[in-house]
Each structure stands twice: as structure tokens, then as C-alpha cells.
């Protein structure tokens, strides 16, 4: 499975973005695809989760209420749709699948390549 995100940019405040997680290989609607960040001098986070068939998510407390994940296997795309965006969100975005659930990083096998979210104040 190859994953490519994108979809990040430059937001004040309060803004919104939609991240998009665009997925090849036959297999990738099997896979439950996470959705981390990495902040500049912090550690790789889980951010939102979501299962093969959609019907299971999960997300940091951090993100609750404000980011809803979902996806769309007919076109092998898993989108994170961010609202109420803060500056401690600023981050590079990666998305990542495993056949398997779990927020630990080392869980994943494939990795996209990130995107930045930047939120000014």
C-alpha cells in the first residue's frame, strides 16, 4: 500500500482544512488507516483512527469535537476534516494503515509522506 497526503496549507485561527489520504493497492479497503502529527521538536501523536469499513473511529482527546475522520474505499481515500483549528495544531500530518487498529506508531507499516498544517494566531 502506497499513501499520499495532502490538502495542508496556511490557516488563521478558527479556520478549517480537509487532509486527504489517497491510497493505492487492491487491499487498502482492509486497512485501518490513523491519522498522526508531528509538531517541531515533539513526538510523532495519534490524531484520529478510523476502520477498514468506516464504521469504527477513534481520536485524541485533543481533536474531539473539532476533527471528524472518514472515508471513501470506492475511491481509496481517507479524509480528515479539521474545524476550529488552533495554533497547537500546527503540525506535519501523516497518514498511515495497518491491518490491524491501535495510536502506537510503531503499529504502522505504511506511511504517506505528510503534509503541513500551519495555523497562525
Known amino acids: 500500500v502506497q499513501l499520499q497526503a495532502s490538502g495542508g496549507g496556511l490557516v488563521q485561527a478558527g479556520g478549517s482544512l480537509r487532509l486527504s489520504c489517497a491510497a493505492s493497492?487492491?487491499?487498502?479497503?482492509?486497512?485501518?488507516v490513523g491519522w498522526f502529527r508531528q509538531a517541531p521538536g515533539k513526538e510523532r501523536e495519534f490524531v484520529s483512527g478510523i476502520s477498514w469499513s468506516g464504521g469504527s473511529t477513534s481520536y485524541a482527546d485533543s481533536v474531539k469535537g473539532r476533527f471528524t475522520i472518514s472515508r471513501d474505499n470506492a475511491k481509496n481515500t481517507v479524509y480528515l476534516q479539521m474545524n476550529s483549528l488552533k495554533p497547537e495544531d500546527t503540525a506535519v500530518y501523516y497518514c498511515?494503515?495497518?491491518?490491524?487498529?491501535?495510536?502506537?506508531?510503531?503499529?504502522?507499516?505504511?506511511w504517506g509522506q505528510g503534509t503541513q498544517v500551519t495555523v497562525s494566531s
Open positions: 498511515a494503515a495497518n491491518p490491524k487498529s491501535g495510536i502506537r506508531v510503531g503499529l504502522y507499516d505504511y
Open positions: 493497492g487492491r487491499t487498502f479497503s482492509s486497512y485501518f
